[in-house]
């Protein structure tokens, strides 16, 4: 049974930081790229960040700078550091094996003004 479990959210004022992990089971973990998204209120999924199996590094550009993408296969963990963090990006982040259906079932990120 495949299996990705984000956490490491929580509340934090604007311009702190908060590093989310996501734990995966189930699959051979390195084989993948993974990816981070998020939901904000209201609004569509949209990709944060991917990072392949060698570790080569893709942002979306609202992102780019703030946050880092990284990943340890011998623990099978993907992690997602994020800075200088902003209200908008208050979201449901979740972590997915690209190309695949398995995502994992999110972490509340809320950054307060």
């Known amino acids: 049974q495949v299996q990705l479990v984000e956490s490491g959210g929580g509340l934090v004022q604007a311009g702190g930081s908060l590093r989310l992990s996501c734990a995966a089971s189930?699959?051979?973990?390195?084989?993948?790229?993974m990816g981070w998204y998020r939901q904000g209120p209201g609004k569509q999924r949209e990709l944060v960040a991917t990072?392949?199996?060698?570790?080569?590094?893709n942002y979306a550009d609202s992102m780019q700078g703030r946050f880092t993408i990284s990943r340890d296969n011998a623990k099978n963990t993907v992690y997602l550091q994020m800075s200088s963090l902003k209200p908008e990006d208050t979201a449901v982040y979740y972590c997915?094996?690209?190309?695949?259906?398995?995502w994992g079932q999110g972490t509340q990120v809320t950054v307060s003004s």
């Open positions: 997915r094996a690209e190309g695949t259906y398995y």
């Open positions: 189930g699959i051979i973990f390195s084989y993948y790229t």
């Open positions: 990072i392949t199996s060698g570790g080569r590094s």
